[in-house]
């Protein structure tokens, strides 16, 4: 593959299109007219292949890369739609663990780019547009399809799934979604779809009746993931998370095991098993041994990356996209898990996170290092400093790079310490890509 005419169409993509990771706002279409133009010009790929459709606040990633990994395992053909990536562009695209080809991207874009010009598309609908035809090309048995943004007007939300998923709903992207939880329900619900069943990750009083509502409307049958399954944590001397999975209130397995260790995949685990007993009635090759070999394989199948990873043992280091409020208290339950003395935060963020929420939060007798990650959309490391001087009188620093951040923050970091390195998906993918370049 010639690396030069990839990287060409790659900048073409990042500099002509508007690409909501790296700029936000501007980047954002409140309708889906681009989408089905594109689905036109492309000739309706997604009704080629049967489809899983996930939205959420936080976890769907995590949901996401199970399930492909269990149908895997199962032995289907198994296409994954997942944004952002962290080091790689061709990680949003995968089938069965492999990410999609330079040439197919290259003349994918060659072949629709004077098409797909006459109506200015945004990075994210040329991508669901590339996305979906690789998967009807490929022929694969089913896709796991994520949102990006939302659900209503996602560029995802012309399928019609075998079944939706909304994993949980917390306060994210308020100026899009709505600045109420039952405002931000409703927008992820617009992926519920007429006589499709849906499941809920988490039964919340404030959404609730939203999703109720909505799948009555629709005669979608409706399952609450938290009210039937519950999942355990079990003590475990192995680097994976060990667990016993009830169905209500009965165990149905025992001494299971997940690569992926954070203690908020305990949730998702459970919105899978809900999943998985609903989709088993209509995919006859899915078996306990699938559903049990892919938790335990999900990173070894799927290559997903930056959940609660750890990226280095001397300091200790670990990495996590979570973003937002509800997925930094959960990295903060978890660290508080460790027991160590001291946790070296090195943070950054994007400039459309109200952080005075996020450093309420956080522990003041802890150690940070503020840094801005590499792309537009970051939150300026000068303007960071003048709103984290109310919060943090010591035992704080500023950084233009994470690089330079986690420099610093390994020589200060003591072997009775911890090192956690995350606050947005951009700091995270910094790391990752600095850890791979130097690996190379």
């Not at 492309?42 to 995590?62: E, V």
């Not at 075998?162 to 992820?188: C, M, R, V, W």
């Not at 399952?223 to 003590?235: G, L, R, T």
């Not at 704080?396 to 970091?413: G, T």
Request: glycine share 6%; hydrophobic share 40%; aromatic share 12%.
């Amino acid at each position: 593959m010639n690396n030069q005419a990839y990287q060409q169409t790659l900048d073409y993509l990042y500099s002509r299109l508007p690409m909501f990771q790296r700029i936000g706002a501007a980047a954002y279409k409140a309708n889906l007219d681009n989408t089905i133009a594109i689905d036109k010009i492309i000739h309706h790929p997604h009704k080629k292949f049967k489809a899983i459709h996930i939205a959420g606040t936080n976890g769907k990633g995590s949901t996401s890369h199970y399930l492909a990994s269990i149908f895997q395992e199962a032995g289907y053909k198994t296409g994954l739609y997942t944004s952002p990536h962290l080091i790689d562009f061709r990680e949003r695209i995968k089938i069965n663990g492999e990410m999609i080809s330079k040439e197919y991207i290259v003349d994918f874009v060659s072949k629709f780019k004077d098409d797909f010009e006459k109506i200015e598309p945004s990075f994210f609908e040329w991508t669901v547009g590339l996305a979906f035809n690789y998967f009807a090309d490929e022929s694969v048995d089913v896709a796991i399809i994520e949102t990006g943004l939302g659900g209503r007007l996602d560029s995802t939300n012309i399928i019609t799934p075998e079944l939706s998923i909304i994993t949980n709903i917390s306060y994210d992207h308020k100026q899009f979604l709505g600045n109420a939880l039952p405002l931000i329900a409703t927008e992820k619900a617009g992926i519920i779809k007429a006589n499709i069943p849906v499941v809920i990750g988490e039964a919340i009083s404030e959404t609730k009746t939203v999703f109720t509502e909505k799948s009555s409307l629709e005669n979608a049958h409706i399952y609450f993931a938290d009210e039937n399954y519950q999942v355990n944590k079990k003590e475990s001397i192995t680097q994976k998370l060990t667990i016993d999975i009830l169905k209500n209130k009965n165990i149905i397995y025992e001494n299971i095991t997940s690569e992926l260790t954070g203690n908020y995949q305990l949730k998702n685990i459970a919105t899978v098993c809900q999943a998985f007993d609903i989709l088993k009635e209509n995919f006859e090759k899915l078996n306990e041994e699938a559903f049990k070999n892919g938790l335990a394989n999900v990173i070894k199948n799927t290559t997903l990356l930056g959940r609660w990873q750890t990226v280095n043992n001397m300091p200790l280091t670990i990495c996590d996209t979570g973003h937002n409020q509800a997925g930094m208290e959960f990295v903060l339950h978890q660290l508080k898990t460790y027991g160590f003395k001291n946790v070296h935060f090195v943070l950054g963020f994007v400039n459309d996170k109200e952080v005075a929420e996020i450093f309420n939060m956080l522990p003041k007798n802890s150690t940070y290092y503020f840094c801005e990650p590499s792309i537009p959309r970051a939150f300026k490391i000068d303007t960071l400093k003048n709103i984290a001087k109310d919060y943090f009188t010591h035992n704080v620093s500023y950084y233009h790079s994470v690089d330079e951040a986690l420099d610093f923050a390994e020589s200060q970091c003591g072997g009775d310490e911890i090192i956690f390195v995350g606050g947005s998906t951009f700091v995270v993918a910094d790391l990752l890509t600095s850890i791979n370049k130097y690996q190379k």
